[in-house]
């Protein structure tokens, strides 16, 4: 059955319907319970499910991921809230040292299906701290996965596949996007939770975006449509493990690659990108694999975002740049 | 009679920690049973002679795999010398159904839930993250960083009570972990969610080379009344008192009255691992002091006095010490290397292409010196 959902809504759908299927499912956050968490993607289910499946927890993120782990080692599947990406750092230690290495310290014996939702980027005129992109401190711990969603199919279907995974998945939610509408067809047979997709076929350039620069490589695609040219633009999906199979085939035919991230550019999961396409796609290439991001610097001021976030523009300039050579 | 209760004086700072203050105890350093209003207990001669083994048997492993180390045999090793009576006391406490959630010094603990010493030692000898079985065994994996597993322990505790399972779950933590955030933010979730844990400080004295003085002005067991839960403080080198103190403790985790901190007042009579050198930061009149409180020779004196066990049975208990040395060291010298290939194995539930690939092509290239003749 289809229908029309923010990316927000078809969260806390694909919350509920793992809820519904899974009685060891059990939400804990901060301010998840009856506010329903500050964007509200927990709304109505601790009404529906109780207190003691949707936890409000004491204000302290390490102890959410570390209480998270001797559930899951009791037989329960987490789903752990992190308020907002900045606010992750007191959680890392947990993260890092502990729920990505469990299960190969037990050899096994210890299952870890957490699942740590984190929504990410910026874009909303937050203050400090409310604004980060996280993702390559975790995509570098082996023993984590690490997932990004950019519209609603996949934020319904792939909460939902995080949680039945039997691995920890960071799952970052684009949240300058939760109020971006899409059809979502809620009988379908969803897509594989570890792949990336083709969302747009073209033969000059291929652009590699996730979560909130997906739309934004769309859109920079669509202007340079008009140019003439033509960007065949991939999103991800998923950070840990890469799905570069498809990006290969595109940049063997297109002979061009850029990469848009949010995050800090040094460093970046563009650089992991750009290496690894370059081992692959190396007779093919006719240009360097481009990389558009954040700047090396903290964050800006809300005032400053507009100039720090990649938008449609600078990709076109990276684009324009790899057709020079 | 029990030690002289001296109580802190507010404010007082560092220097003047009391050291003993409301300590219960059940056997003195002289080897003579005392009682406590709040904790008696029953043991059997039969007991009383298992828990004595016990403690010899650990202290020879515990030394066994020292001399191991200093021979080369051993990357590192924690010593649990002088600890031993905090850690059996725990260890029998526990019954079969509950779980603990150890550092990486509880090797008596692990002693108790039936964990091969070899085990612990392929640990520290480089083989494996810990080898034995953390569910069957219900003695969870060595944790590392300090503190990280007391909110496993409370978590786990959370899942006990959410199953309706009447068992408990017990942290453990040295007097360096009471000033990590994780430690207390676990006690913050023991408390509001009356999860059914027990935290067991071992009070070593000593966090590495730092006084237990840089972690605290108020003696540890007092924190407790900040959560808003039971704190107690036993004479960590008396079996028989960590016997009884944890015994009950987790009895009134089971029953659904919540946490409870046990603060076991000990020694390490050791470096803290081989790779320190203890006498840059202690006296040697402080150890001396110490080694008159020794946790076994207690119990001895207690057995012998009371006529609780006989020549024979010391003589007995000193020939299972020494078989058990003879098969650590035997076991571990003889400890093979695991395959190189075991560090890609279980990284993940479900193996990812990427690292497939990755280990393939680490054994395509090992055997391109196996084949190679290198």
């Known amino acids: 059955m289809a229908e029309t959902l923010t990316i927000g809504k078809a969260l806390n759908l694909g919350l509920r319907r793992a809820m519904e299927d899974d009685a060891k499912v059990v939400l804990m956050g901060e301010d998840i319970g009856r506010l329903g968490g500050v964007f509200r993607i927990t709304d109505g289910l601790q009404k529906d499910f109780g207190e003691d499946r949707v936890v409000d927890t004491p204000l302290a993120e390490a102890g959410i991921l570390g209480t998270a782990v001797g559930l899951a080692m009791r037989g329960y599947r987490p789903v752990c809230e992190i308020q907002f990406d900045g606010f992750v750092f007191p959680a890392y230690n947990q993260i890092v040292t502990q729920v990505a290495k469990i299960h190969a310290r037990s050899r096994g014996r210890l299952p870890m299906p957490v699942v740590i939702r984190i929504p990410f980027g910026g874009g909303i005129g937050a203050v400090e701290h409310h604004s980060e992109s996280p993702e390559a401190y975790f995509a570098h711990t082996p023993g984590l996965k690490v997932v990004a969603v950019s519209n609603p199919v996949d934020a319904y279907w792939g909460i939902q596949q995080a949680i039945a995974h039997p691995d920890p998945v960071v799952f970052l939610e684009p949240k300058r996007r939760y109020w971006d509408k899409g059809e979502v067809d809620t009988g379908a047979t969803p897509e594989a939770l570890f792949a990336s997709r083709v969302v747009r076929a073209g033969d000059d350039v291929t652009v590699l975006a996730y979560g909130p620069m997906v739309k934004t490589a769309l859109q920079a695609a669509e202007a340079a449509a008009e140019e003439g040219r033509s960007l065949e633009v991939v999103d991800l999906r998923t950070i840990s493990p890469l799905d570069l199979d498809p990006v290969v085939d595109s940049v063997r035919r297109t002979g061009r690659c850029v990469v848009v991230h949010e995050a800090p550019v040094t460093l970046g999961l563009g650089a992991e990108i750009a290496a690894r396409v370059t081992e692959h796609c190396f007779h093919s290439l006719e240009a360097p694999v481009l990389r558009v991001g954040g700047y090396d610097t903290p964050y800006p001021p809300s005032k400053l975002e507009e100039e720090y976030l990649p938008d449609l523009d600078r990709v076109l300039d990276a684009v324009d740049r790899a057709m020079e050579f | ?374």
Not at chain 2, 34 to 46: F, G, R
Not at chain 2, 279 to 292: F, I, V
């Open chain 2, 1 to 374: 009679m029990t030690t002289e209760v001296v109580d802190p004086v507010p404010g007082a700072g560092a220097p003047h920690l009391p050291r003993q203050t409301g300590l219960v105890q059940l056997l003195t350093p002289e080897g003579e049973r005392v009682q406590h209003p709040d904790y008696a207990i029953d043991v059997t001669a039969e007991e009383l002679r298992d828990l004595y083994r016990d403690l010899v048997l650990v202290r020879r492993w515990d030394v066994e795999a020292t001399a191991l180390q200093r021979q080369g045999e051993l990357g590192i090793w924690a010593s649990l010398l002088g600890q031993e009576a905090a850690q059996i006391g725990a260890g029998r406490a526990l019954r079969p159904d509950d779980t603990a959630f150890p550092t990486y010094r509880e090797h008596g603990v692990a002693w108790t839930r039936g964990v091969d010493p070899l085990h612990v030692i392929s640990l520290f000898r480089g083989v494996d993250n810990g080898g034995w079985d953390p569910v069957a065994t219900g003695f969870n994996l060595y944790t590392v960083v300090i503190g990280a597993q007391c909110l496993h322990a409370t978590g786990y505790a959370m899942g006990l009570q959410r199953d309706g399972a009447e068992s408990a779950a017990l942290a453990f933590l040295g007097d360096g972990a009471t000033s990590q955030g994780e430690v207390n933010e676990a006690m913050i979730w023991a408390a509001s969610f009356s999860a059914p844990v027990v935290f067991f400080c071992q009070n070593n004295q000593y966090a590495i080379s730092v006084p237990l003085e840089r972690q605290t002005r108020i003696p540890l067991y007092q924190r407790a009344a900040g959560f808003g839960f039971p704190g107690v403080r036993v004479d960590g080198n008396d079996v028989l008192a960590v016997l009884a103190v944890t015994r009950a403790a987790l009895a009134a985790a089971r029953e659904g009255q919540g946490p409870t901190f046990i603060e076991a007042f000990t020694y390490r009579m050791g470096a803290h691992t081989t790779s320190d050198d203890p006498t840059r930061y202690r006296l040697a009149s402080e150890l001396e002091e110490w080694k008159l409180r020794d946790p076994i020779a207690r119990v001895k004196a207690y057995l012998s006095r009371t006529g609780t066990a006989d020549a024979d049975f010391f003589a007995d208990v000193e020939a299972q010490a020494d078989e058990l040395a003879v098969r650590i060291r035997r076991g571990t010298t003889e400890m093979a290397d695991p395959p190189g290939r075991a560090m890609f194995d279980r990284v993940y539930a479900e193996q990812t292409p990427h690292l497939a690939a990755q280990q393939a092509q680490f054994e395509a290239y090992q055997a391109g010196f196996e084949g190679g003749g290198h």
